[in-house]
């Protein structure tokens, strides 16, 4: 320990932000999996070693060598965000791992969604929105136009009317606000939807496939709702099974948490009163 000096200290203070940061960003977008698969080849090239696989081990060693070339292309527009940031002074926003607060109430924007989807359903007005939850879509937002407002039921109309520009896409709601229209959704690989099934289905499930994102959709062709969730899709929801089913997905964690922290404030509360009785004696 007396070896240990303060620019020792700072070293790995700057390191282990960095590593941090590193690992945020993948937690929170779709790098996590390949950081997963990165981490299953180092174990696999260890155990190479350890068994003395000579033969394994190499080729497990010349694809690690590689695949820093591969990684460096895979996560080119991270990078190129993180060095753009640093670039033009936002230093702070690089290593900044709180997300805004929101600035819209959850519920406001689940009681519009559902009424603009039960209009829409009666009209067989075709919508197709996803509510962003822990995975961000910043990626998805950048294909279509980037907004900022609240979420109602008279916007999401307009937005949806089958004459207006950004009709065909997709709207993102982050933290109960609407932050991108019309954009474009990735679709599903599952070779055994139904046939039935068009377009904007299979991009709302390819989404769900694709992040922790919950996906609702109006047919355009019936004007029935459904909602896909982890690459599940639920069809033909009612107008009240549908705000059930987004109050129970989008705003279970808030309550599980009150619930977790409730005992915890509760025993907090006894002891201070005891504290507060005990010094008034």
Request: glycine content about 8%; hydrophobic content about 45%.
């Amino acid at each position: 320990m007396s070896t240990i000096k303060v620019k020792d200290l700072v070293d790995v203070a700057i390191l282990s932000l960095v590593i941090y940061k590193a690992l945020w960003l993948m937690r929170k977008t779709s790098s996590g999996r390949v950081l997963r698969g990165i981490m299953v080849l180092i174990l696999a090239l260890c155990l190479a070693y350890g068994f003395r696989l000579t033969a394994t081990g190499y080729l497990l060693n010349k694809v690690v060598e590689w695949g820093i070339l591969m990684l460096v292309i895979l996560f080119q527009p991270e990078l190129r965000q993180a060095l753009e940031r640093m670039g033009s002074g936002k230093l702070a926003d690089v290593f900044s791992t709180s997300r805004p607060l929101p600035l819209h109430d959850m519920d406001t924007a689940i009681t519009q969604t559902v009424d603009a989807y039960t209009s829409m359903s009666k009209d067989k007005v075709g919508a197709l929105m996803v509510f962003e939850r822990k995975n961000l879509l910043d990626d998805v937002i950048k294909t279509g136009t980037a907004l900022d407002c609240s979420v109602s039921s008279e916007l999401l109309k307009n937005l949806f009317w089958n004459k207006a520009p950004l009709h065909d896409g997709a709207v993102i709601v982050r933290d109960g606000r609407i932050v991108g229209a019309g954009c474009m959704l990735p679709l599903s690989g599952n070779t055994n939807l139904s046939r039935d099934l068009g377009m904007r289905h299979r991009a709302g499930i390819g989404m769900s496939e694709h992040s922790d994102a919950v996906v609702v959709i109006v047919s355009e062709e019936t004007g029935s709702i459904s909602a896909a969730v982890g690459g599940m899709l639920k069809r033909h929801l009612a107008p009240e099974t549908l705000e059930r089913l987004l109050r129970n997905e989008l705003m279970a964690d808030e309550g599980d948490g009150e619930e977790k922290n409730r005992p915890a404030m509760q025993a907090l509360n006894n002891l201070l009163a005891r504290w507060k009785k005990e010094g008034d004696k």
